[in-house]
């Protein structure tokens, strides 16, 4: 089905483990983002991508690493996860507007939990 | 730079009427607005560029103040099914090319019967 998915859904983790979330879009959008939903935060931008092998760092990169060696996949890896990692993550996809950010499409989240 | 929010929360009675505002402290490009409801993702609702625009979504319009880098979100006659958090996210007016969607903190609106 047409649309963007993410993957795990929920995890729960240990403080030390690498832990990666995967995100998969089927439109071809040219931007990928990874947001990170926090209480009192709201939406804060951690990576994004303006196409394959183009990445960016965003608000909060510390911690994180991304990849995008194809188009449709935007995996997001904590390489050493903390407790100030647990959070949810949303990734999202839009279509190039001459560099500009258009609507975003949001995958479901995954709720990842730090112990 | 992190757009400002206000109200952080309100609470309406079907059918009466909601302002939400987001300021930048920063010249702008664009405003986007998107609600979130409880444990979904959050749904675009509109952009708006910068040149003073408006723009509607049946009851649910938006204006942008380059001027004063604000825009506002009415919510009119509002529905049960307006309640959510409203965030507005902001690309700044420099770098063009290299622009990255900022949010605000998030305005829940509470809507009851």
């Known amino acids: 089905d047409a649309g963007i998915t993410q993957s795990p859904r929920y995890k729960i983790t240990e403080t030390g483990r690498q832990v990666t979330l995967m995100c998969h879009q089927t439109?071809?959008?040219?931007?990928m983002f990874w947001y990170r939903q926090d209480l009192g935060h709201g939406l804060r931008l951690i990576y994004y991508?303006?196409?394959?092998?183009?990445?960016d760092k965003g608000e909060v990169p510390d911690g994180y690493v991304v990849s995008r060696s194809k188009t449709e996949n935007f995996p997001l890896t904590l390489e050493s996860a903390t407790r100030s990692q647990t959070s949810v993550y949303f990734c999202?996809?839009?279509?190039?507007?001459?560099?500009?950010?258009?609507?975003?499409?949001f995958g479901e989240g995954s709720r990842l939990t730090v112990l | 730079q992190q757009p400002v929010q206000s109200p952080q929360a309100v609470i309406l009675r079907e059918g009466e009427d909601a302002v939400i505002n987001c300021s930048s402290s920063?010249?702008?490009?664009?405003v986007h607005w998107y609600r979130q409801k409880h444990g979904e993702a959050p749904v675009f609702l509109m952009i708006?560029?910068?040149?003073?625009e408006q723009k509607g979504h049946e009851k649910i319009s938006a204006s942008f103040n380059e001027k004063k880098q604000q825009s506002s979100l009415y919510l009119t006659a509002s529905q049960l099914s307006y309640s959510g958090t409203y965030f507005c996210?902001?690309?700044?007016?420099?770098?063009?090319?290299?622009?990255?969607?900022?949010f605000g903190t998030g305005t829940r609106l509470t809507i009851i019967p």
């Open positions: 439109w071809s959008h040219s931007y």
């Open positions: 920063k010249a702008l490009y664009s």
């Open positions: 991508s303006a196409a394959a092998d183009i990445t």
């Open positions: 999202a996809s839009s279509d190039d507007r001459g560099g500009r950010t258009g609507e975003l499409f």
């Open positions: 708006l560029l910068k040149g003073g």
């Open positions: 996210g902001t690309e700044m007016g420099s770098n063009f090319g290299n622009e990255k969607l900022t």
